[in-house]
């Protein structure tokens, strides 16, 4: 039962760097969804996609960018950090909503990424 | 725009006592679903409670239950008999209908005391 894992767990990087967080969902969902939680802001939406090779941007996508080249995957990229980006992020997905049916989202155990 | 506001930032509550999140929100769909998520210390993200907004009778779960009011577009959140493992951040969150996105609040720290 491993539902949504996060990879890494922690990190840490210089301003200029950049990285990539991987996401991955054994639950066949069809949405996934990558989140940044920062104090006193609740999460905020980066980026999500609703199937295999399409990509959204959400409510902060500036600075970042995604691929979901198959279907269990999503990943969030960050070509040059910078300490604005310094939170913890989220990955979650959810199965595709159908008529009178909720599907709420499964969350990843957060990634906790500092920038110096 | 859907909005989400969580208006008590934190509280605290006797454990075996009843304690109530606020939650209100905005929005002009008029077929939504509202939930209760919670962050243990963890980090971890746990759904709590669900209720969809075309459904009058307020949803229940063992000791969480929520008073929706969509009129008022307020959606609280009562923990009954608290316990020491309720200590969690609750975060609010709306999902339109016809939509995947959710919207969070910025949460509810809320401390049982024992």
């Known amino acids: 039962n491993a539902g949504v894992t996060q990879t890494p767990k922690f990190r840490v990087l210089k301003t200029g760097q950049s990285m990539t967080l991987l996401c991955a969902q054994d639950m066949n969902h069809e949405y996934m969804y990558w989140y940044r939680q920062d104090p006193g802001m609740g999460l905020r939406l980066i980026h999500y996609?609703?199937?295999?090779?399409?990509?959204a941007k959400g409510e902060v996508p500036d600075g970042y960018n995604v691929s979901r080249l198959k279907k269990q995957n999503f990943l969030l990229g960050l070509e040059s950090a910078a300490p604005s980006q310094t939170s913890v992020y989220f990955c979650a997905s959810s199965a595709r909503t159908g008529q009178f049916s909720n599907q709420p989202q499964h969350f990843g155990d957060g990634t906790r990424l500092s920038i110096l | 725009a859907q909005t989400v506001t969580q208006s008590q930032p934190e509280m605290s509550v006797q454990e075996a006592e009843t304690v109530t999140l606020s939650c209100t929100y905005d929005?002009?769909?008029?077929?939504?679903?509202l939930f209760w998520y919670k962050q243990p210390p963890s980090r971890q993200m746990i759904l709590v409670i669900r209720q969809e907004a075309y459904k009058q009778q307020n949803a229940t779960e063992n000791r969480f239950s929520v008073n929706f009011q969509k009129a008022a577009k307020s959606f609280s959140l009562k923990i009954s008999d608290s316990q020491l493992g309720d200590t969690a951040m609750y975060f609010c969150a709306f999902m339109k209908y016809t939509g995947n996105q959710f919207y969070f609040g910025t949460g509810t720290s809320l401390t049982v005391i024992p």
């Open positions: 996609s609703v199937g295999e090779g399409t990509t």
């Open positions: 929005t002009s769909e008029n077929n939504y679903y």
